[in-house]
């Protein structure tokens, strides 16, 4: 699924594939070649989509976020030479939908809380599964998820 198997100690090590994919997918693409519309599709069905697994799995860095979004902003105000141009709508005004004067691009650090979220629910709702029992017996054996506290050594995922 394309999360590294060799955990390092810092999580900056741990998620720089990710920043690495996403300048990889921007660098194969000429933004002189990509009209507006070619770059929205770029960025929400390539760029926008490159972390979301991780992001059912763990809580990504806030600058990791930042910095990818940086990222999609620097593309999507670029000119055809490839030099960024003056960003004329606010992040929070491009995240608005289309209906609204946005462009619906994803906030990546909501989009994260809302899969982990996910995740969550299918803990506190599907108790009896094979994936919610393996849990339980990892990080709280002796209570319940809602009331589980933070253990010793708990890992990323959890």
Not at 5 to 27: Q, T, Y
Request: hydrophobic residues 40%; positive net charge; aromatic residues 14%.
């Amino acid at each position: 699924m394309g999360i590294p198997l060799d955990w390092g100690r810092s999580k900056w090590e741990m998620f720089s594939w990710i920043l690495a994919k996403v300048n990889a997918k921007l660098a194969g693409w000429k933004e002189r070649l990509l009209s507006k519309s070619g770059k929205e599709i770029l960025l929400k069905s390539v760029i926008q989509t490159l972390p979301q697994y991780a992001m059912s799995i763990f809580k990504l860095l806030l600058s990791l976020c930042r910095l990818i979004k940086r990222k999609i902003s620097a593309l999507w105000w670029s000119n055809n030479n490839g030099k960024s141009r003056i960003h004329w709508r606010n992040w929070t005004d491009l995240k608005l939908s289309k209906d609204s004067g946005g462009m619906r691009f994803r906030d990546l650090v909501n989009l994260n809380k809302a899969m982990l979220g996910k995740q969550a629910w299918h803990l506190f709702q599907q108790p009896t599964t094979i994936w919610s029992q393996l849990f339980k017996g990892l990080y709280f054996k002796n209570s319940y998820f809602q009331s589980a506290q933070l253990g010793y050594r708990p890992s990323w995922g959890w």
